[in-house]
Nanobody, 112 residues
């Protein structure tokens, strides 16, 4: 059974940083493309960042230069380092693996 468990969300002031983690079990993150998505209630999930099996990365224009995705194969985990956070980054952030497996999400709130 595949499980993806996100952690690291919380409340942060504008300009602050957070690091999200996605711990996987039942799959090996090294053999799948992994992605971070976000959504707000009532809206669709948008891709924020992804990392492919060869290490190629994608970032949405809204987070490029501020967010960084990484993968630790030994820990079977994927991370999203978020810097210079803005109020518009407030959302539920979810991890997704190839095979369309999703985590439960973690709330990120950027507010003063």
């Amino acid at each position: 059974q595949v499980q993806l468990v996100e952690s690291g969300g919380g409340l942060v002031q504008p300009g602050g940083s957070l690091r999200l983690s996605c711990a996987a079990s039942g799959i090996e993150v090294s053999v799948y493309s992994m992605g971070w998505y976000r959504h707000t209630p009532g809206k669709q999930r948008d891709l924020v960042a992804s990392i492919g099996t060869t290490g190629n990365m994608y970032y949405s224009d809204s987070v490029k230069g501020r967010f960084a995705i990484s993968r630790d194969n030994a820990k079977n985990s994927v991370y999203l380092q978020m810097n210079n956070l803005k109020p518009e980054d407030t959302a539920i952030y979810s991890c997704r693996s190839g095979g369309n497996h999703w985590g439960q999400g973690t709330q990120v709130t950027v507010s003063s």
